[in-house]
């Protein structure tokens, strides 16, 4: 039977526990899953350059291969009937071979964006589905890199003559009505593409990364995305 003392002893142990457990910080506080964010998208990141980044990088993949735009399609096509089809395919080859030189040229731009990004909201985010994070910093930066990357396009395609060539048949067939769009320039056009595919291959290796926390690089990013995940 139990003493008046051991029940009140007791009544004040339990006391204490709850105090404790409704007191306790979380095993990761917001300053480490901001940490392990920014890890995150820069360990994706490094891997979508290198992926990208390289010969054949956008050529040879089925997934991002740059075609022509749909305003270009119906000259294309055109030009096609008249026989000039390699002239087409050589250009969009000029096209994809343009993002690849330019893409590692953007790495540290990425990488930097990143860096500065704040993220108070940095455990919503690693609570959320697994492309999130690459969906906020196309959100916060998209604007900022793609004007910082343009420059960087137009200088690695100024040297190329299919590339001057597709802007004039551009202007061509916007001017003539051929395109009910006015096709943007080779340079512009570029430039979105390769933004899409290094937001969309970012986000791959985000997801895979949150799936497969072992991958991750890093002490930190594997706690991280281990105390995060579902």
Not at 68 to 92: F, H, V
Not at 98 to 121: C, F, G, N, Y
Not at 169 to 183: E, F, I, N, R, V
Not at 209 to 229: D, H, I, M
């Amino acid at each position: 039977m139990l003493t008046k003392l051991s029940l009140r002893a007791l009544l004040l142990g339990g006391l204490l526990m709850a105090c404790n457990a409704s007191w306790a910080a979380p095993a990761i506080g917001n300053s480490q899953a901001a940490d392990g964010l920014k890890a995150l998208l820069v360990q994706g990141s490094e891997l979508a350059v290198n992926q990208l980044g390289r010969d054949g990088g956008f050529n040879q993949n089925a997934t991002w291969r740059i075609a022509l735009p749909k305003a270009m399609q119906k000259p294309a096509k055109l030009m096609r009937n008249l026989g000039q089809g390699a002239l087409i395919d050589e250009l969009e080859n000029n096209l994809n071979s343009a993002a690849e030189q330019a893409v590692p040229h953007a790495k540290e731009l990425l990488l930097t964006s990143i860096r500065q990004m704040s993220l108070q909201d940095a455990s919503q985010i690693l609570s959320s589905h697994p492309t999130a994070a690459t969906e906020y910093l196309e959100r916060s930066s998209r604007d900022e890199l793609r004007q910082r990357f343009l420059p960087i396009v137009q200088k690695t395609t100024a040297g190329s003559p299919l590339i001057q060539q597709y802007n004039q048949l551009a202007s061509q067939a916007g001017g003539l009505g051929l395109s009910k769009k006015q096709p943007v320039s080779a340079e512009d056009y570029v430039a979105d593409q390769a933004l899409n595919a290094l937001f969309g291959v970012l986000g791959e290796q985000e997801a895979e990364l949150r799936a497969n926390p072992a991958k991750a690089a890093g002490s930190l990013l594997k706690g991280v995305l281990q105390a995060f995940g579902k």
